[in-house]
């Protein structure tokens, strides 16, 4: 076990977390703990946002430009007056390293990068490619001599770590992904404390809740398959053809049955399964993936957000730099990070700008806004909205020109279409998924909106969610919308009325305190102005931040379930549900932090579903919650760490990536190595990585070491569209199978450098066709060891017909 790596790695991390803590403390000066919670993600996007500008030039000076950056923002922070807090970073950093260790724990029995059962192949290519690269974008392991298409700029950070730390990348993949669920964990923890805490609930309980969802949680897959195991076989029956699956594994057999995959497929739509992760099996399958490295700087985001939902209207200009300065270099980092969540800033911005207490119309210009008609309610409404959503469009647009080079010339272009009216999830497999965060919303925006509700209007009130979730459940064939709908409508009328009570008893405050101070008002104005602030504080409790995170992702939700992204990652929106429930999960694992901690800990006779007994239910609730979504973690964690069922164990714990390659294929490991320390990206050639040889030992070489090879794994269909592929991958064949000239006109014309001859290459073609390398002009072998051969090819001595004219 690398013991000192990881002590360095995680210095690493809480050196850049004290670096970070003036900035957040300046940032988010509201927050409960100081910004302290996203204070990591917060110090790594400065650098990262400078590498990826200036690194289109040179990735060194990037690197040094970024640093240079964060140390003078940070210095400005503290001569400016920002206080260091120790006991807030303190408590940051228990939390992370926790997190940080847990990981290592993990990843330390199952170190390896293998190509099947998830995306490590395509992960650790890109960050080998990076490492390689001196400018950006790296040329792509799997199509040489084009650069990457595809969102990598996750794996750039893991690189500005590897290069900062001076680690091989074969343990920097581990390090690095440990430190992105680290911060995960860690931002969970502060933002859900922290929107507690604005409304006097306690704010490390909350924060518990919160790392617990992020950190270990499952869905309700694993507890209801354990429960049909539990039960009579009529009963277990019964409820599982309810829910929606079948009676396999741990449903039949009890833990001895589990498979740590199964929680991760359970929205099926017609003829394949969806995807539908949470963040621990995504940690614990081990991929460094888009949709997991986007998820702290989705909650940085998010703290922005909450930053700005948490400044009085008054304070223009610090809220316009929230949203239109800040928020922007963040979306464009998102954007190269993982695509899928930049439209989740765009409506995070339109749900904060639209039900924040303060007014947007306020951050115009005042003779712009001025000229705004708000008479009407209806007037008010339209232009709260309209105005939001050009403040959400306006950071949408800001953030593309942040990374305007990934839109222009990374973004992958594989044919992708928007296409609508797909399948439809069950009720059932939406309860297994999302129930365990639904039930506690759902009594938590009752417990609020019941005492808003007149005794005489709470009946057409009932009637009308009833046939608004028989419309969505009927006409709609929709039972995410009739599920759903009824939480995004309540909670949006909570915020929206919270809204508005606030921003009338703020206007009247600040009017009465100026006629008593400057035009000669009276006491009794004073009076007023001092007991409407009082109720702007007692407003405060009534539904915050935390609704607004409920919202958004109940939104994402249904929409799914309506548009999709056609595209060649996967049958019909399989990869739609895949990308943006990640978002979704951590989105409301924080909401689900303050909403249970207010729960147990909120009973004011002002809401419904209080006193001692509602609050000892809402505490069983939470124990009832905490185990059954800890139970998928009980049982996937026992199997992983027993060597006897878990095959993958090395004999002693290890962070090495490529440590399973010595065992597996130790002559290709050699050959591996030896590519490994060449310098730059020279183009190879080897048997592409077409339809089924995906997933398997294929293009090992590029994935391993980041030297690009002429066609690799059939992803490359998904980035640039299946016909350029095939073209690349027949001329690859065509080096392998082709006459001597054929093969020579090839081997120049895409600049290969090198021909591997391994396993795979064996097993595709024939030993004559290879056996031909050997006399052919130009060609000679380079390095052998066993079986596998490499060969050198010298392009001035290449000979075919026309190549000099």
């Given at each position: 076990?690398?013991y000192g790596?990881?002590?360095?790695?995680l210095?690493a991390?809480?050196?850049?977390?004290?670096?970070g803590?003036p900035?957040?403390?300046?940032?988010?000066?509201?927050?409960?703990?100081?910004?302290?919670?996203?204070?990591?993600?917060?110090?790594?996007?400065?650098?990262?946002?400078?590498?990826?500008?200036?690194?289109?030039?040179?990735?060194?000076?990037g690197?040094?430009?970024?640093?240079?950056?964060?140390?003078a923002?940070?210095?400005?922070?503290?001569?400016?007056?920002?206080?260091?807090?120790?006991?807030?970073?303190?408590?940051a950093?228990?939390?992370?390293?926790?997190?940080?260790?847990?990981?290592i724990a993990i990843?330390?029995v199952?170190?390896?990068?293998?190509?099947?059962?998830?995306?490590?192949?395509?992960?650790?290519?890109?960050?080998?490619?990076l490492?390689?690269?001196?400018?950006?974008?790296?040329?792509?392991?799997?199509?040489a001599g084009?650069?990457?298409?595809?969102?990598?700029?996750?794996?750039?950070i893991?690189?500005?770590?590897?290069?900062i730390t001076?680690?091989?990348?074969?343990?920097?993949?581990?390090?690095?992904l440990?430190?992105?669920?680290?911060?995960?964990?860690t931002?969970?923890?502060?933002?859900?404390?922290s929107?507690?805490?604005?409304r006097?609930?306690?704010?490390?309980?909350?924060?518990?809740?919160?790392?617990?969802f992020?950190?270990?949680a499952?869905?309700?897959?694993?507890?209801?398959?354990?429960?049909?195991w539990?039960?009579?076989d009529?009963?277990?029956?019964?409820?599982?053809?309810t829910?929606?699956?079948?009676?396999t594994?741990?449903?039949?057999?009890?833990p001895?049955g589990f498979?740590?995959?199964d929680?991760?497929?359970?929205?099926g739509?017609?003829?394949y399964?969806?995807i539908?992760?949470?963040?621990?099996?995504?940690?614990?399958?081990?991929?460094?993936h888009?949709?997991?490295m986007?998820?702290?700087f989705?909650?940085l985001t998010?703290a922005?957000l909450f930053s700005?939902?948490?400044?009085?209207?008054?304070?223009?200009t610090?809220r316009?730099l929230l949203?239109?300065?800040?928020?922007?270099?963040?979306?464009?980092?998102?954007?190269?990070?993982?695509?899928w969540?930049?439209p989740?800033?765009?409506?995070l911005?339109f749900l904060?700008?639209a039900?924040?207490p303060?007014?947007?119309?306020?951050?115009?210009?005042?003779?712009l806004?001025?000229?705004?008609?708000r008479?009407?309610?209806?007037?008010?409404?339209?232009?709260?909205?309209g105005?939001?959503?050009?403040?959400?469009?306006?950071v949408v647009v800001?953030?593309?020109?942040?990374?305007?080079?990934?839109?222009?010339?990374?973004?992958?272009?594989g044919?992708?279409?928007?296409?609508?009216?797909?399948?439809?999830?069950?009720l059932?497999?939406?309860?297994?998924?999302?129930?365990?965060f639904?039930?506690?919303?759902a009594?938590?925006?009752?417990r609020?909106a019941?005492?808003?509700?007149?005794?005489?209007?709470?009946?057409?009130?009932?009637v009308?969610l009833?046939?608004?979730i028989?419309?969505?459940?009927?006409?709609?064939?929709?039972?995410a919308?009739a599920?759903l709908g009824p939480v995004i409508?309540?909670?949006w009328v909570?915020?929206?009325?919270?809204?508005?009570?606030?921003?009338?008893v703020?206007?009247?405050?600040t009017?009465a305190g100026?006629?008593a101070?400057?035009?000669g008002?009276?006491a009794t104005d004073?009076?007023?102005?001092?007991?409407?602030?009082g109720?702007?504080?007692?407003?405060?409790?009534?539904?915050?931040?935390?609704?607004?995170?409920?919202?958004?992702?109940?939104?994402i939700?249904?929409?799914?379930?309506?548009?999709?992204?056609?595209?060649q990652?996967?049958?019909?929106?399989?990869?739609t549900?895949?990308?943006?429930?990640?978002?979704?999960?951590?989105?409301?694992?924080?909401?689900?932090g303050?909403?249970?901690?207010h729960?147990?800990?909120?009973?004011?006779?002002?809401?419904?579903?209080?006193?001692?007994?509602?609050?000892?239910?809402?505490?069983?609730?939470?124990?009832?919650?905490?185990?059954?979504?800890?139970?998928?973690?009980?049982?996937?964690?026992?199997?992983?760490?027993?060597?006897?069922t878990y095959?993958?164990?090395p004999?002693?714990?290890?962070l090495?990536?490529l440590?399973?390659?010595?065992d597996?294929?130790?002559?290709?490991?050699?050959?591996?190595?030896?590519?490994?320390?060449?310098?730059?990206?020279?183009n190879?050639v080897?048997?592409?990585?077409?339809?089924?040889?995906?997933y398997?030992?294929?293009?090992?070489?590029?994935?391993?070491t980041g030297?690009?090879?002429?066609a690799?794994?059939?992803?490359?269909i998904?980035?640039?569209?299946?016909?350029?592929?095939r073209?690349?991958a027949?001329?690859a064949?065509?080096?392998y199978?082709?006459?001597?000239?054929q093969r020579?006109y090839y081997l120049?014309?895409?600049?290969?450098?090198?021909v591997?001859?391994?396993?795979?290459?064996?097993g595709?073609?024939s030993?004559?066709?290879?056996?031909?390398?050997?006399?052919?002009?130009?060609?000679s072998?380079?390095?052998?060891?066993?079986?596998?051969v490499v060969y050198?090819?010298?392009?001035?001595?290449?000979?075919y017909?026309?190549?000099?004219?």
């Amino acid at each position: 076990m690398e013991y000192g790596l990881v002590l360095w790695w995680l210095v690493a991390y809480l050196a850049f977390m004290a670096v970070g803590m003036p900035l957040a403390a300046v940032l988010f000066p509201r927050l409960a703990d100081r910004g302290a919670g996203v204070a990591l993600p917060t110090a790594l996007a400065v650098p990262w946002i400078v590498a990826y500008l200036v690194g289109h030039v040179s990735l060194t000076a990037g690197l040094l430009v970024g640093l240079a950056v964060l140390a003078a923002a940070a210095a400005v922070a503290v001569y400016r007056g920002a206080e260091f807090d120790r006991r807030r970073y303190g408590e940051a950093a228990a939390v992370f390293t926790l997190a940080f260790l847990f990981l290592i724990a993990i990843r330390a029995v199952d170190a390896g990068v293998h190509p099947g059962g998830g995306e490590k192949f395509l992960d650790f290519g890109l960050l080998q490619s990076l490492l390689r690269a001196d400018a950006l974008p790296p040329e792509d392991m799997w199509f040489a001599g084009r650069p990457v298409k595809y969102y990598y700029g996750g794996h750039l950070i893991a690189a500005l770590l590897t290069k900062i730390t001076g680690t091989e990348a074969r343990f920097a993949y581990n390090l690095a992904l440990a430190g992105f669920f680290g911060m995960l964990v860690t931002a969970a923890y502060g933002l859900a404390g922290s929107i507690a805490a604005s409304r006097d609930i306690s704010r490390v309980r909350a924060g518990a809740f919160g790392a617990f969802f992020v950190g270990f949680a499952s869905n309700l897959s694993t507890a209801g398959r354990f429960l049909v195991w539990l039960l009579p076989d009529g009963i277990g029956s019964f409820l599982a053809s309810t829910f929606g699956f079948e009676i396999t594994n741990l449903a039949a057999d009890g833990p001895a049955g589990f498979s740590y995959w199964d929680a991760s497929r359970v929205i099926g739509d017609e003829g394949y399964s969806t995807i539908n992760e949470f963040p621990l099996f995504a940690w614990l399958n081990g991929d460094m993936h888009a949709h997991m490295m986007s998820t702290p700087f989705v909650l940085l985001t998010a703290a922005l957000l909450f930053s700005y939902y948490r400044t009085p209207e008054g304070e223009r200009t610090r809220r316009r730099l929230l949203v239109f300065a800040l928020v922007p270099p963040l979306a464009g980092l998102l954007a190269v990070v993982n695509t899928w969540s930049f439209p989740t800033v765009g409506g995070l911005t339109f749900l904060t700008l639209a039900l924040a207490p303060a007014d947007p119309v306020s951050l115009l210009p005042a003779a712009l806004g001025d000229r705004i008609p708000r008479r009407e309610d209806w007037h008010r409404e339209l232009a709260r909205h309209g105005v939001a959503l050009a403040g959400a469009v306006s950071v949408v647009v800001l953030g593309a020109l942040w990374s305007l080079p990934f839109w222009l010339g990374t973004a992958s272009g594989g044919g992708r279409s928007i296409a609508i009216w797909t399948d439809r999830s069950s009720l059932g497999e939406l309860l297994l998924v999302h129930g365990a965060f639904v039930v506690p919303f759902a009594l938590y925006l009752a417990r609020h909106a019941v005492p808003q509700v007149e005794s005489d209007e709470a009946g057409e009130v009932l009637v009308f969610l009833g046939v608004g979730i028989v419309i969505a459940w009927i006409v709609g064939s929709s039972a995410a919308l009739a599920l759903l709908g009824p939480v995004i409508a309540i909670g949006w009328v909570l915020l929206r009325t919270q809204a508005d009570a606030l921003h009338r008893v703020a206007s009247r405050a600040t009017g009465a305190g100026q006629r008593a101070t400057t035009d000669g008002g009276t006491a009794t104005d004073a009076s007023a102005a001092s007991g409407d602030a009082g109720t702007v504080e007692r407003l405060r409790d009534v539904v915050g931040f935390e609704t607004l995170l409920i919202v958004a992702g109940a939104g994402i939700v249904v929409i799914v379930e309506f548009v999709y992204v056609k595209e060649q990652a996967g049958p019909g929106r399989m990869n739609t549900v895949f990308k943006t429930y990640a978002d979704v999960w951590i989105l409301w694992a924080v909401a689900a932090g303050a909403v249970l901690a207010h729960l147990v800990e909120n009973h004011s006779p002002a809401l419904a579903l209080s006193g001692d007994r509602w609050q000892s239910a809402f505490r069983a609730l939470a124990v009832l919650l905490v185990v059954s979504t800890a139970l998928y973690g009980a049982f996937a964690l026992s199997a992983h760490f027993d060597a006897d069922t878990y095959p993958n164990h090395p004999e002693d714990p290890t962070l090495d990536a490529l440590d399973f390659v010595t065992d597996s294929h130790p002559d290709e490991y050699a050959a591996i190595q030896w590519f490994d320390q060449l310098e730059g990206q020279p183009n190879i050639v080897s048997a592409p990585g077409r339809g089924a040889k995906m997933y398997r030992w294929t293009n090992p070489v590029s994935s391993l070491t980041g030297v690009p090879t002429l066609a690799g794994w059939a992803h490359e269909i998904g980035y640039r569209g299946a016909e350029v592929y095939r073209t690349r991958a027949d001329h690859a064949d065509t080096i392998y199978t082709g006459t001597p000239e054929q093969r020579a006109y090839y081997l120049d014309s895409y600049d290969v450098e090198y021909v591997y001859v391994g396993t795979n290459e064996r097993g595709e073609y024939s030993a004559e066709d290879l056996a031909a390398f050997e006399s052919m002009a130009g060609v000679s072998v380079e390095k052998q060891w066993g079986d596998v051969v490499v060969y050198r090819v010298d392009q001035s001595a290449l000979e075919y017909p026309g190549k000099n004219g």
